[in-house]
C-alpha cells in the first residue's frame, strides 16, 4: 500500500480567495497552519461534528479565523492504531504551526515525529505516559486537557454499574490491546481490586472496526459477563451504532466514557464536558499561534463529570435503573 493512500485519506485545506490572496500580499500577514487529526471519525463533516466546532469557534474567538488567516488541515487515522505511527509521520512532514489530536497511540507517534512542532492533546495521564515532565509544566512541546482522574474515576465507574447491577461479580472491559498495557490498565485493575471485582478484558487489537466489535462481543456472550465497562480511547467515537447495538443486543449493562455513545443508544456514562475540553484546547492552541511556548502551557484538568442515563436503552435490556441513580444523573435521556 503506498504510503499516502492509508492517511484516512483525505487532507482538507481551506484557502482564502485567490483574489484575497493577491490583492495586497504585501499587507496580509502569513496565514498560520493547524492540522486536525482524529484517531477514528472520518474527515468528511468533521468540521461540522460538535466538538470540533467548538475547537474553531474559540480560534475564531481569538482572532484566528478558519478560512481566512488560518488554514485548517483535517487528518483520520480511521480507527487503525498500527498505522497511526505513519499517519503521525505523513503530519509531521507537513509541517504546520501546531497539531491538534486525541488519545495516547496517536500522540505517541506524533511525539516520536517531532520534538519542536507543538501539539495539543487530549489524553488520560500524559506523565505516566512519559509525554511531559508534569502538568503545570509540561516542559516538552505537547501540552492539552488531561481527561483521566485516575483511580477516583474507574472506581466511580465500577460503582455506579454495581448500583444498576448489585449482584455483579465480573466486569469486562473493552479496550485496545495497548490501552490495557499501558498506566490506564493499571489503574483500572487497581480500582477493580480495591472494589472486589473481578476484571476481565476483552481486545480489540489494534483495530477498532465492526469485525472486531463483533468478535468481541460474541466472546462476551460466551462468557459469564455481568456488565461491561469502555475504555476512555477516542477511537470508540467513531464507531458509535455499531458499539451500542451490539451492547444492546447482548443485553449487558455498559458503562461509556463519553456522552455521544450514550445519545447514540448506549446505556449510560460517567465523563467529563468533551465541548468543554475541545473549547478549552482551542484556546492553548491560539495561545501557541501568538507565539507562546507549549512546554510553558500547563495541562488543563477538568474537575465536574457528568453522569448521563439512558432510560429507553435500560428498558431494551431489561434493567430498572435505580431511583438514587436517576436522581444524581446530571441528563437523563428518554
Known amino acids: 500500500m503506498r504510503r499516502r493512500d492509508f492517511i484516512a485519506g483525505i487532507t482538507v485545506s481551506t484557502l482564502v480567495l485567490a483574489g484575497e490572496a ?42 484566528f479565523v478558519d478560512g481566512e488567516n488560518l488554514i485548517v488541515d483535517l487528518y483520520s487515522g480511521r480507527g487503525q492504531t498500527g498505522r497511526y505511527a505513519e499517519l503521525a509521520r505523513d503530519v509531521v512532514e507537513t509541517n504546520p504551526d501546531a497539531i491538534f489530536t486525541s488519545g495516547y497511540p496517536m500522540v505517541a507517534g506524533l511525539k516520536a515525529a517531532t520534538t519542536t512542532i507543538p501539539i495539543v492533546v487530549t489524553i488520560d495521564d500524559p506523565v505516566a505516559e512519559g509525554l511531559v515532565y508534569s ?68 481486545d480489540l487489537g489494534n483495530t477498532f472496526s465492526e469485525e472486531t466489535y463483533s468478535a468481541a462481543f460474541n ?25 451500542t447495538n451490539l451492547a444492546a443486543s447482548a443485553r449487558i449493562p455498559t458503562m461509556y466514557p463519553f456522552r455521544d455513545l450514550v445519545v447514540g443508544g448506549g446505556l449510560m456514562a460517567y465523563c467529563i464536558d468533551l465541548l468543554d475540553t475541545f473549547r478549552y484546547a482551542g484556546g492553548q492552541i491560539a495561545e501557541i499561534l501568538r507565539g507562546e511556548n507549549p512546554a510553558e502551557i500547563p495541562f488543563y484538568q477538568p474537575t465536574k ?30
Open 22 to 63: 493577491s490583492a495586497q500580499p504585501e499587507r496580509s500577514p502569513r496565514r498560520k497552519r493547524i492540522a486536525l487529526i482524529s484517531p477514528a471519525r472520518p474527515v468528511e463533516g468533521l468540521k461540522a461534528q460538535p466538538y470540533f466546532r467548538a475547537l474553531l469557534g474559540e480560534l475564531s474567538h481569538r482572532g
Open 219 to 243: 466472546w462476551m456472550q460466551n462468557a459469564r459477563i455481568d456488565a461491561l465497562l469502555v475504555s476512555d480511547e477516542a477511537d470508540h467515537n467513531g464507531n458509535v451504532k455499531t458499539l
Open 135 to 202: 502538568l503545570a509544566r509540561p516542559g516538552t512541546n505537547v501540552t492539552g486537557v488531561t481527561v483521566d482522574a485516575g483511580l477516583e474515576l474507574y472506581g466511580k465507574r465500577l460503582a455506579l454499574l454495581v448500583e444498576v447491577r448489585p449482584k455483579l461479580s465480573v466486569v469486562a472491559y473493552l479496550s485496545s490491546r495497548e490501552n490495557w498495557n499501558r498506566p490506564t490498565g493499571d489503574a483500572l485493575r487497581q480500582a477493580a481490586q480495591q472494589a472486589r471485582i473481578a476484571l476481565s478484558h476483552v
Open 305 to 334: 463529570f457528568q453522569l448521563i442515563v439512558n432510560t429507553k436503552a435500560a428498558q431494551q435490556i431489561g434493567l430498572e435503573i435505580p431511583p438514587s441513580v436517576l436522581a444524581r444523573a446530571d441528563e437523563v435521556i428518554e
